[in-house]
């Protein structure tokens, strides 16, 4: 069973497990790497990395307002940081993401 994390609302495809667990022991202040797949064409992605300091999990409602299929996700999961420039930046969770706490 996943378990609750303030501030992440159930998704149509759930993250993976280990990144729920991640984002559950959270505190604002944790340092912090998201590794995410950029898809560049239909046949290739890579990851990109990105560190920061963890400030905050929402969901942002997209508010689409057309009839979509049921397996499209209509709440994002987003991890809110600042990166090390000083810079706020947010990331939209998918279920390929990593989020690892860096001690």
């Known amino acids: 069973m996943t378990q609750a994390v303030s501030g992440l609302v159930p998704t149509t495809r759930p ?3 280990k990144t729920v667990e991640t ?3 959270l ?3 944790d340092r912090i790497r998201i ?3 950029v898809r ?3 046949t290739r992605a890579w990851p990109m990395t990105v560190t920061g300091t963890f400030r905050s999990l929402q969901s942002l409602v997209t508010g689409l307002a057309t009839q979509r299929v049921p397996e499209d996700d209509i709440i994002v999961p987003t991890v809110h940081f600042t990166k090390d420039n000083g810079e706020h930046s947010s990331v ?3 279920e390929a993401t990593l989020i ?3 001690v």
């Open 15 to 17: 993250l993976v497990q």
């Open 35 to 37: 590794t995410q797949t």
């Open 100 to 102: 690892e706490r860096i």
């Open 23 to 25: 984002l559950a022991a």
């Open 92 to 94: 939209a969770l998918d």
């Open 27 to 29: 505190k604002p202040g």
């Open 40 to 42: 560049i064409t239909s």
